[in-house]
């Protein structure tokens, strides 16, 4: 076929020409390698074929087939859409199979693009992941414990009613009732459709052959009407249960059930033995239900973190004041309608018993009792991880945008060669989408393990502890915060990194044009960082001062003692002249704790061992007014001297390790026939004997009849409920002279040489000796108790410490970053400037002054307004100013040097320029 | 790329999926009806048949052959002995190839007659 040899010639390079753009295409298209060569011969060899048609033929030819394959990637159906065969009858229509193809493709293309750059995915997905999962850990908590409602019927008319003492201190506001004062509520009280009166105890269940102490409440009828709820299966009891004879019986917790009787559903009407009587199981409580919880309730009364079973109880007409109130007013009854009913009832009683101020009380709604003063801490709390997560959210839209700009050279060619604007902003922005749901997913999965934590490791005092979880709310919560961020920050860099005029992109090297949001706003929005870091480190530093400045604390005794507690049933120890044996027996009760003392100091490896009921940091017994001999009676309208009341045994101040400041302490002479005695703390001592040694003063209890008792002995004070708190009067009383009634429950402390709990086995033999069916229960070393005693500042300070971190890796991250653009901005410039002789510690300079300039504006405004806010944290502080120069002086220098780390390391990259390199890579 | 174990009625199902063949896969399976080919030589096999008014674009013509393949209508065959270039796919029809191209002609077929009904080619009216 070949005539003429300049025809040959001129074919030849048609057909190289057309050889290589027609490869060159086919490469771009999606065809398997193998085909795409083959199809490359079949072309060329049809080329030559059309050469005998006359040179035009062949151009056409080849201009039909490189279009042909410009057009392969969308020429994938092979219906009636064919673009090949459809090109005869009126051009390609594009049916719904391609556009959900091009999605497919998009998505495709879009985890390519990510895969290929995994600086950028770490860093979103990181930044992302810590901010979500921060803020999803604190939304939990505060929906969990502020806003989801209380699990009662009609939660807001259930109040607790508690008594009160007006200008009394004793650090907490709270008081127990007296069984006469609910007696008159109950009967004579207008605005309760139904109150109970109850107090914790603990119990000792014998079931399937073990004892375990578990505990419990003593309740009147009416709780669980009262709090409107429902057994899981059979019925509650109620007030016609309370009567003796009939109020044998008990309510299960559901968690009791199932863990002590495998959920048996026929346990109802089924006898278990407790404190060794028969009770007649009655109910199980629905799941989840606890009242009353420890955290819910106020300190002082030292209810169990969360209650396994409820008994019936007659309220008592006699007794100590021992009791709290819950009850459902009726519908409509406003809180002032209630009061004056409850003033009502308590001046009643003060005129019938002569005495004022007695018997006030003082209704609280169960959800402010329950949620208390957490509430403000908590927002606060949140309002800083919001402020993290737009930390976050700003840096992750960084990131992208300094991403988009890096890629505008690339956008720019594929808009040139006709890629639709829409087409490359829906691909980019399904990238930012992928990267929001793959960083949401990384977040969920940290704040599941935040939210687990908080349960295990948060403050038992945090009410509403328990229910803390990752609740379908949550999880909405935080997918619609990681979308709306995917919409944030996939939209903007996309349509800032696409307004891109290609010639200007192509001939600049994307260098010069400004990117969308200009550098003025990321250097604020940055700076911005770095002050909200800045409180928050503040606040974070004064948290930790405050924490450290509790462990310094001197608590008046020391550690390294191991305590018990041993509950004895009054079945057991019955009172001799009662037919019951509801009542424990004093003089036993006296003779087992005695005993059990003397048997542990004969314990090889024990020191000291005593008693206490209660232990210091584990809240007071009781309060009890009393007269000083020789001191003039308090004036009308006074007060008299108030004071808490500890009951201890023998050595008990030895044992703690607390040296007595004058006088002795009770030894094992002073016994229930011997002259009462009594020890008094500092606080005590100084408060009614300021100049003088108190010993050989004599004071007294009410009622008048009652002995005097002697002082003997003056103790330091010891912290009763937590370590903040302020010294107050104290008295301790042997337990052989003291306790009324009978100490139920007593706390045993052992003083060892060198571990404590090595002591156990023969501590539990020894007990199992005295009585072998005493369960012992709450091991503790006294440093457990310390931990418990701090576990709410530890947890602030911790949970504060962790935002303030995030914040500031945030900020270092998106000030690195910034850096780190700028360099790369500028890399021509640089490589020009070495080039031309600049030094490398100036270009240093240079691309770090303006990271410098960020962090000193951001610095002073963060200092100004970490000033103004930590003021608000004063109670939340101990022995720490919040102006606390150290803390203000080191949270700045840590973040500079933290950023400062940050930026150097692009900066010294950018000094390393290779001019060549930066000159050639344009 | 046959399917021996389905009845015939679910051979008739499987390929009535791909009715109304496309003009090009429609000449691709008439081609490799008549025995089994490699890619140039379908092309030309099908422009010869079409007098030169089917000419599809190489790219086209192997994405087809692609989609052709994944969908079972042809499958790749060894080559025959006398092939001369080794390295050329050589392909061939499938029995789900070849009802889908029955099933065409005769929809083809009761579409002609429709038209001989309207006396378009001037025969006598059926």
């Known amino acids: 076929v070949r005539d003429g040899s300049s025809k040959s010639r001129a074919g030849g390079r048609l057909e190289r020409l057309f050889r290589s753009w027609y490869a060159g295409l086919l490469d771009r298209s999606a065809m398997a390698g193998a085909d795409r060569a083959e199809a490359v011969e079949v072309a060329v060899a049809r080329l030559r074929d059309r050469r005998s048609s006359g040179v035009w033929a062949a151009m056409r030819f080849a201009m039909k087939e490189l279009v042909d394959a410009a057009r392969l990637p969308r020429t994938r159906a092979l219906g009636a859409s064919d673009p090949a065969i459809e090109r005869t009858s009126g051009g390609p229509r594009r049916g719904r199979g391609d556009r959900a193809m091009d999605f497919a493709k998009d998505v495709g293309q879009a985890l390519r693009g990510l895969r290929r750059r995994p600086v950028l995915v770490v860093g979103v997905t990181l930044t992302l992941a810590l901010g979500l999962a921060a803020t999803t850990v604190m939304y939990s908590v505060v929906s969990s414990v502020l806003w989801r409602p209380l699990p009662f019927a009609q939660p807001d008319r259930v109040f607790m009613v508690w008594g009160y003492y007006p200008e009394l201190d004793l650090g907490y506001p709270e008081l127990p009732v007296h069984g006469l004062q609910f007696s008159r509520i109950r009967e004579e009280g207008r605005v309760f459709e139904s109150i109970a009166a109850f107090k914790s105890d603990l119990f000792n269940l014998e079931a399937g052959g073990t004892r375990e102490r578990v505990d419990g409440l003593r309740t009147t009828g009416a709780l669980f009407r009262a709090l409107g709820v429902h057994p899981a299966i059979g019925r509650f009891f109620d007030e016609g249960d309370e009567a003796p004879g009939s109020d044998r019986i008990v309510v299960l917790s559901h968690d009791l059930w199932l863990r002590r009787f495998n959920g048996d559903p026929g346990i109802v009407g089924n006898a278990v033995r407790i404190n060794g009587e028969p009770y007649t199981v009655l109910a199980v409580a629905p799941a989840g239900f606890a009242f009353p919880r420890g955290g819910d309730m106020p300190q002082n009364f030292q209810m169990p973190k969360s209650t396994a079973l409820w008994v019936p109880m007659a309220p008592a007409t006699s007794g100590p004041s021992d009791l709290a109130m819950v009850g459902r007013v009726r519908s409509g009854v406003t809180t002032a309608v209630m009061q004056e009913d409850l003033d009502r009832i308590s001046a009643v009683l003060s005129t019938e018993y002569h005495v004022k101020d007695s018997f006030l009380t003082r209704a609280v709604s169960m959800r402010t009792q329950v949620i208390g003063d957490v509430a403000p801490t908590l927002i606060v709390l949140l309002a800083a991880v919001f402020l993290v997560l737009l930390i976050a959210c700003a840096n992750a839209a960084q990131m992208l945008l300094a991403a988009a700009i890096a890629r505008r050279r690339e956008l720019a060619l594929r808009a040139a060669l006709g890629a639709p604007r829409g087409r490359l902003v829906r691909q980019m922005f399904v990238e930012a989408l992928a990267l929001a749901l793959f960083a949401g997913g990384c977040g969920m999965l940290l704040a599941a393990a935040g939210i687990r934590a908080v349960r295990a490791f948060g403050p038992t005092r945090l009410p509403r502890l328990a229910e803390i979880s990752l609740d379908p709310r949550v999880i909405a919560f935080a997918l619609g915060l990681t979308l709306l961020t995917g919409l944030l920050f996939g939209i903007v860099p996309a349509l800032a990194g696409t307004r891109v005029d290609p010639f200007d992109a192509m001939r600049a090297g994307g260098r010069n044009s400004s990117g969308g949001l200009p550098s003025r706003l990321r250097q604020g929005l940055l700076a911005a960082e770095v002050a909200v870091s800045l409180v928050l480190l503040a606040g974070a530093g004064l948290l930790m001062r405050s924490l450290v400045a509790q462990y310094r604390t001197d608590l008046g005794f020391h550690s390294g003692a191991l305590t018990f507690e041993v509950t004895l049933p009054p079945v057991r120890y019955p009172e001799t002249r009662s037919s019951r044996p509801t009542y424990l027996d004093n003089d036993r009760v006296i003779e087992f704790i005695d005993h059990t003392i003397g048997t542990l100091r004969e314990l090889p490896g024990v020191e000291a061992a005593s008693m206490a009921k209660p232990l210091p940091l584990s809240g007071a017994q009781e309060a009890t007014v009393y007269t000083v001999e020789g001191a003039p009676a308090p004036a009308p309208g006074e007060s008299p001297p108030f004071a808490e009341y500890t009951v201890i045994g023998p050595d008990f101040f030895q044992t703690m390790g607390a040296p007595m400041i004058s006088g002795r302490e009770f030894t094992t002479s002073d016994r229930r026939d011997s002259d009462p005695v009594v020890v008094v703390n500092r606080a005590m001592a100084e408060k009614m004997w300021p100049d003088e040694d108190p010993v050989g003063r004599r004071i007294k209890l009410p009622p008048p009849n009652r002995p005097w008792m002697t002082v003997v002995g003056v103790a330091p004070d010891l912290k009763q409920f937590e370590v903040t708190e302020a010294a107050r009067p104290v008295m301790f009383v042997p337990f052989t002279q003291g306790a009324y009634p009978p100490l139920a429950t007593s706390t045993f402390v052992v003083r060892t040489r060198g571990d404590s709990r090595a002591l156990l086995p023969s501590l539990r033999r020894s007990i199992a000796q005295i009585d072998a069916e005493l369960p012992i229960a709450g091991i503790r070393t006294i440093d457990d108790l310390i931990g418990q005693a701090t576990a709410e500042p530890r947890f602030a300070a911790l949970l504060v410490s962790g935002f303030a971190i995030a914040a500031s890796l945030l900020a270092a991250i998106g000030l690195a970053g910034l850096t780190l653009w700028l360099a790369t901005q500028r890399r021509r410039e640089m490589g020009v400037r070495i080039a031309l002789g600049a030094t490398r510690s100036r270009i240093v300079g240079e691309v770090l002054r303006d990271g410098i300039l960020v962090v000193a504006i951001g610095s002073a405004a963060g200092i100004v307004a970490a000033l103004a806010l930590t003021r608000l944290m004063r109670g939340m502080l101990y022995d720490v100013s919040p102006l606390d120069p150290l803390t203000f002086i080191a949270s700045p220098l840590a973040l500079m040097a933290a950023v400062g780390l940050a930026c150097a390391i692009p900066a010294l990259r950018a000094s390393r320029v290779d001019p060549r390199a930066a000159l050639d890579a344009e | ?126």
């Open chain 2, 1 to 126: 790329m046959s399917h021996p174990t389905s009845s015939e009625a679910d051979l008739d199902t499987d390929a009535r999926r791909f009715l109304p063949l496309t003009h090009l896969a429609l000449h691709v399976l008439l081609s490799l009806a008549a025995g089994d080919g490699h890619g140039y030589g379908i092309i030309r096999d099908i422009e010869e048949r079409s007098d030169g008014l089917v000419s599809p674009g190489t790219g086209s013509f192997y994405e087809i052959m692609r989609r052709m393949c994944e969908d079972g209508l042809i499958g790749e065959v060894e080559a025959p002995a006398e092939s001369t270039d080794a390295r050329r796919k050589y392909y061939g029809i499938t029995a789900l190839g070849r009802e889908a191209l029955r099933l065409e002609t005769v929809r083809l077929t009761g579409l002609v007659r429709e038209i001989r009904k309207l006396g378009v080619l001037g025969g006598p009216a059926a």
